[in-house]
């Protein structure tokens, strides 16, 4: 991606304009995660710095732009979270509040294609499959912590978060014609 | 086990084998990259949401200060003397640059405010206020020391959507953390109820002082900012009842505004 390029180069300019594209999906992701919009505008302002430090990292031979993007945005948010602790989200939940949601256009905008497609295929996974996915992914867990709240045996556990993966990777290519996220 | 990396799932032990052999297999590792684009489409659950415009420009002024070595902290506002050098490390803020002196304290305090007009008059009044207050005791004469202090750092307030005629400023020195609050437009307590102010730390509230509004809605408090609050310089004010609280129980009527 050329932002990512240019950014590498020290284009300020190129780093808003990538701001300014992927914002919403970001915090949004970072709302999801850390439930306060104190901490995510934190970390999505670190976010943003890592980029910045890091642009000349990223190797589009490796993947995707938003990929990288991505897991930068979530490693950063899970770190966060685990930083926090249980006994400061629960205060933080208490002392904060989550204001307003993208406004109805940009909503309207955003159930883009892509996001249609992989709430779809989410929606084919087992529920057990889908609910070991997401404690991972938005809550930061490990398998032996899904497994402890989820009741599981940690092998149990494994398999459906694997077989779920796969399953999700395959439903994602078949719908997705192009990989232009 | 590169699908469950990719979900940062491993736990420990089995992270640290994954670690070391993925440092040696590149086949693994863009295997693993595969997966981490099935992970990042999760991203596309969450409700898109939208940061406050402040984070765009903090981050553009990190970025920029983090390529010219000099630093500019943007949530608080500095009150200090000005000269031509510092007006130089706000460049953004000149077009909005205003100065405002003190009726009642030392002359030469200069404010540069980021926000708009209304924080001038209201600040404006506030010091008015202050006149009032200068009056009357030592305390006060304190806090007037507090206020004329180069150094002396203001915070900003914002009513929420349950007090939106309400305006706070909160003056503390960085170093002893003492501190006034000055706010405005808050609704009288209900019997029994009074306000509180909060250091926010980390996400976990810090009781500051418990206060009442007089009938004009305003109050003046002094207080002592938490060493640990200096730095994070966040705070709210709730209501409480009136002997106060250790954890907030009732709504935020004022938070910064950073």
Redesign the interface.
Known sequence: MNLLHAIALRDEQALASLYDRYRLILFGLLIRILNSREEAEDVLQEVFLQVWRRAADFDERRGRAFTWLITLARSRAIDRLRQLGSRERLALSAIDFVGDEASSPVRDALRSEQRQIVAGALAELSEEQRRALTLAYFEGLTQTEIAARLSSPLGTVKTRMRSGMIKLRELLSQRLESRAF | ML??H??????QA?LRVMQEHLATCAEC??EL????????????????????PQ??D???E???A??SHARVPANVIHLKPTSPRRLSLFPRFAAIAALLIFVTLIVGLVILWQQNRTARTELARLSAQNEEVRSASERDQKLLELLSSPGTRIAQLAGTKDAPAAHAILAYDPKSGRAILMTDGLPPAPAGKAYQL?F?V????LPGVVFATDAGGKALSANQVPAEALQTA?F?VTQETASGAR??TGP?LLRSMS
């Open positions: 699908a469950l990719a979900l940062a799932a491993l736990d089995d590792r863009a990259d595969g997966w981490r684009d099935t992970a990042g489409a999760l991203a596309y659950v969450a409700e898109p949401f939208e940061p406050s984070v765009r903090r981050i553009l990190s970025v920029r983090e390529s909060w926010i980390g996400g976990l509230p966040v709210a954890t907030p935020i």
